[in-house]
């Protein structure tokens, strides 16, 4: 029997602009298009990798998706339910459904606080534990699903490695039992042998809890094991979004192709070309004409100053946007 695999959160046309102020009385004069009309979907249980050099918007995406920043226009649903229209009491009951894990363990770990109370301060928020009894209970266990000992839970976090700051930082997440997490960059400011680690326990807790994940990296070759589905961004928009097999073997968008150009190859016979872009990323506050990726792209045509490229199906659920696919 086919199982009809449920949409666990929608986002529609997507945007978040900032203004940029200037002058005396601090007038409105441009804004800065971070997200600029973006539309995914995550299916339950699935990993959706989202990626791009930073400045891309891909964390203000999450941040927007969560509340953390208000979204200028579109729609997210979560279980078909409009996050962006909920008052503040139904937002705090909703954010037990969807937590985060940052980039920066240490940075987002309180330092005056005990392990113990870090995992345990959700449990409190959202009256999870009875008693503290069952609050050091849970957090034992909680921290046993990271690969943490309750010896640990009375110590503070500058006594532990950025790894294990990590593993704490995703204990917090689980304690409310959330469906999606939404992890920011979560091993980019780690070493490599401690980034399969990382990994791995994002996977095994996928597993057991049947966790959704929203996974943001700058990296290609980070998202590779993890994702079911790759995103890709640029300067605001997703240029190309599909299967993680189709997108590493069969890449649409110029953008991608020099992404994954820069990815190292282990087997040294195996030549590939490397695509070299000029420029740095364009200011998303004055986004170019056109395709945005424009000035920057060896492909570039006529067309591509003047037109913006739809963003659309090419077949079996690949999206990309580009003129020379048309
Ligand atoms: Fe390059 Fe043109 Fe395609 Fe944009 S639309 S990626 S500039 S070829």
Redesign the pocket.
Known sequence: MAVEEKVLLEVNNLKKYFPVKAGVFRKTVGYVKAVDDISFYIKEGETLGLVGESGCGKSTTGATILRLEEATAGEVKFEGKDILSLNRRELREMRKEMQIIFQDPYASLNPRMTVADIVGEPLDIHNLARNKKERNEKVRELLGSVGLTAEQMNRYPHEFSGGQRQRIGIARALAVEPKLIIADEPVSALDVSIQAQVINILQDLQEEFGLTYLFIAHDLSVVKHISDRVAVMYLGKI?EMTDKRDLYNNPL???TQSLLSAIPIPDPTFKKERIILEGDVPSPVNPPA?????PR?????D???QKE?EFKDYGNGHYA?????D
């Open positions: 240029v968008h110029p953008y056109g395709c945005r990726f424009h792209c060896p492909k570039a045509m067309i591509c100053s490229p946007a580009c003129h020379l696919l």
